[in-house]
């Protein structure tokens, strides 16, 4: 899964679903996500996803698989420098929807544990908290998508989704 692969693909469907495994490839996915949004942004495309933990494919042993539901939402175009100039690449809009004082920000370890983040992630997002979540490196990022499993699983009983 590369950005440009995910661009294209929003370009001319709706949804998909992209799978990836191990903590190398749950960070290769993250920062693909993160760049394709940059290629849409001048278009007036931006994307959504969620994730949940799948079993692997036979023979796939490296470590745990995640598929990524990913989704087209059009936003206003943001067209800037790069985009006129036919590089195509601009500054996605912000995310930012809650006020200051309803933003949460968190620092993910990549040794630490998965289950106490998500049910900090859960606690957050049941009081209508934005959550901010910073990770560096694939173990950190894959033990952050791990949290993220954990907390939409939590809060499925309470009727919410978690979207990033």
């Given at each position: 899964?590369?950005?440009?692969?995910?661009?294209?693909?929003?370009?001319?469907?709706?949804?998909?679903?992209?799978?990836?495994?191990?903590?190398?490839?749950?960070?290769?996915?993250?920062?693909?996500?993160?760049?394709?949004?940059?290629?849409?942004?001048?278009?007036?495309?931006?994307?959504?996803?969620?994730?949940t933990?799948?079993?692997?494919?036979?023979?796939?042993?490296?470590?745990?698989?995640?598929?990524?539901?990913?989704?087209?939402i059009?936003?206003?175009?943001?067209?800037?420098?790069?985009?006129?100039?036919?590089?195509?690449?601009?500054?996605?809009?912000?995310?930012?929807s809650?006020?200051?004082?309803?933003?949460?920000?968190?620092k993910?370890?990549?040794?630490?544990?998965?289950?106490?983040?998500?049910?900090?992630?859960?606690?957050?997002?049941?009081?209508?908290?934005?959550?901010?979540i910073?990770?560096?490196?694939?173990?950190?990022?894959?033990?952050?998508?791990?949290?993220?499993?954990?907390?939409?699983?939590?809060?499925?009983s309470?009727?919410?989704?978690?979207?990033?």
């Open positions: 899964m590369c950005s440009s692969d995910l661009s294209k693909a929003l370009r001319t469907c709706e949804a998909f679903v992209a799978t990836s495994v191990g903590p190398e490839g749950v960070n290769h996915a993250m920062k693909a996500l993160c760049i394709a949004r940059c290629y849409l942004a001048a278009e007036g495309l931006d994307l959504t996803s969620t994730v933990e799948v079993q692997p494919d036979v023979g796939i042993s490296t470590g745990q698989c995640y598929a990524f539901i990913v989704v087209r059009v936003v206003p175009a943001k067209p800037g420098p790069w985009a006129s100039a036919g590089v195509g690449r601009t500054e996605p809009q912000e995310r930012f809650r006020p200051p004082g309803h933003q949460t920000d968190m993910v370890s990549g040794s630490g544990a998965a289950g106490p983040v998500g049910g900090a992630i859960a606690k957050c997002l049941r009081e209508d908290r934005e959550i901010i910073n990770s560096v490196g694939p173990a950190s990022v894959a033990k952050c998508v791990e949290a993220m499993v954990l907390a939409r699983n939590a809060l499925k309470d009727g919410l989704e978690l979207f990033f």
